[in-house]
């Protein structure tokens, strides 16, 4: 029986041991973006966010992002409407985004630009990279 529960509690045990209690980033949407959240249609789903729209606003340890939720609340530190938190991987790596919506969370994705088509990168051995290495030698 002693053997049972200690098998059963040996994860839990080891991640408080290891200190592997999940940890979230707090990334505050900034007002003017807040006044337009607010005002917006809901959708569901994926939601794209910039980071443009947000401050970075320390970390919390919590199992889950409504933990995290509840104890930011009981700080005075409460999410708002289009917060994030940012599950926070080894490494301190990004992980999963969520937003603070008023129905609970939802996912979110960092938006990133598209390039455009009729953009060329020149490569080494374009002609144009050629003419810019010329201007860089010297004599």
């Known amino acids: 029986m002693l053997t049972i529960l200690f098998v059963a509690l ?6 408080a041991r290891l200190n592997l209690m999940p940890r979230y980033r707090i990334h505050r949407m ?7 959240f ?5 959708t569901g789903g994926l939601a794209i966010v910039k980071p443009k729209d947000y401050d970075s606003s320390g970390e919390v340890e919590a199992p889950t992002a409504y933990a995290a939720w509840k104890a930011l609340a ?3 530190r409460s999410l708002g409407p289009g917060d994030l938190l940012e599950s926070i991987g080894i490494g301190d790596a990004p992980g999963d985004l969520l937003v603070a919506k008023y129905i609970g969370f939802e996912p ?3 938006f990133v630009p ?10 080494s ?3 144009e990279s050629a003419d810019s290495n010329a201007h860089s030698l010297p004599g």
Request: with cysteine; charged share 25%; glycine share 2%.
């Open 10 to 15: 040996a994860p839990a045990l080891l991640r």
């Open 30 to 36: 900034k007002d003017a973006s807040r006044e337009n």
């Open 125 to 127: 051995d374009s002609p």
């Open 108 to 110: 979110a994705q960092w």
């Open 114 to 123: 598209e390039l455009k088509s009729g953009c060329a990168i020149p490569s």
């Open 38 to 42: 607010r005002w917006a249609a809901h």
């Open 74 to 76: 009981m700080e005075s």
